[in-house]
């Protein structure tokens, strides 16, 4: 069973519009999660997670335990914001990844 | 500080042979972890290894295996190749079994079956 999904595979925004990268997961415990991002020519590194609760380039995202959802958003949108973003679950031994969101933000 | 290394960085095989991928982790990092990216897919969690023990691994069948030595590199081995096996093989690194710690991501390796 799909434990992270992304429902979006490519998501294009104007420079300075809000931005809301959507993921949902199925787990019933505590669920620590994640978002990576992947730039152009780099390697996957860690965006942000719900544990810290920090907002890191911009970005935030809120665990909604009952919608069971992960949204990362960011109000206005830079250039520099586009990559690859991927939504990952933690279990404590189980590690699931979505199958990513492409975002380009247009100038 | 230097990142996770992998190598080889590209990997071409026929089917049936046997594919040795290596991972070097970030220093002080006692945990990796490799994950299969096929094409069109998300990243599929494969195997963690943490103090020279594999604590876990995804639902693979048992041709994929690996090891962890003592320097905590790690080495991932898929027996019997398959056509289906060609994909990125990421290894990741993280301080250890400390709860919930991000992982950092090597480039790959990519794997190619003819």
């Known amino acids: 069973a799909q434990r992270v999904t992304q429902p979006e595979k490519l998501l294009s925004v104007f420079k300075g519009a809000p931005v809301e990268l959507k993921c949902n997961y199925s787990?019933?415990?505590?669920?620590?999660l994640f978002w990576y991002v992947q730039y152009s020519r780099q390697r996957l590194q860690l965006l942000l997670r719900h544990i810290s609760r920090e907002s890191i380039k911009g970005f935030t995202a809120d665990l909604n335990k009952g919608e069971t959802s992960f949204h990362l958003k960011k109000p206005f949108a830079q250039e520099e914001d586009s990559a690859m973003y991927y939504c990952a679950l933690d279990t404590g031994n189980q590690f699931y990844f979505g199958t990513g969101t492409s975002l380009t933000v247009i100038p | 500080e230097a990142g996770v290394t992998q190598s080889p960085t590209h990997l071409i095989k026929t089917r049936g042979q046997q594919a040795t991928l290596r991972c070097s982790p970030i220093s002080g990092h006692t945990s990796v972890y490799w994950y299969q990216q096929a094409l069109g897919l998300g990243l599929q969690f494969l195997l963690w290894y943490d103090e020279g023990e594999e604590r876990n691994r995804g639902n693979f069948p048992p041709r994929f295996s690996g090891r962890q030595f003592p320097n905590y590199s790690s080495e991932l081995n898929v027996n019997a190749l398959e056509l289906e096996d060609s994909a990125l093989y990421l290894c990741?690194?993280?301080?250890?079994?400390?709860?919930?710690?991000?992982?950092?991501f090597g480039d790959g390796t990519r794997l190619s079956i003819l």
């Open positions: 787990y019933s415990g505590s669920p620590e």
């Open positions: 990741a690194s993280s301080v250890g079994q400390a709860s919930y710690q991000p992982q950092h």
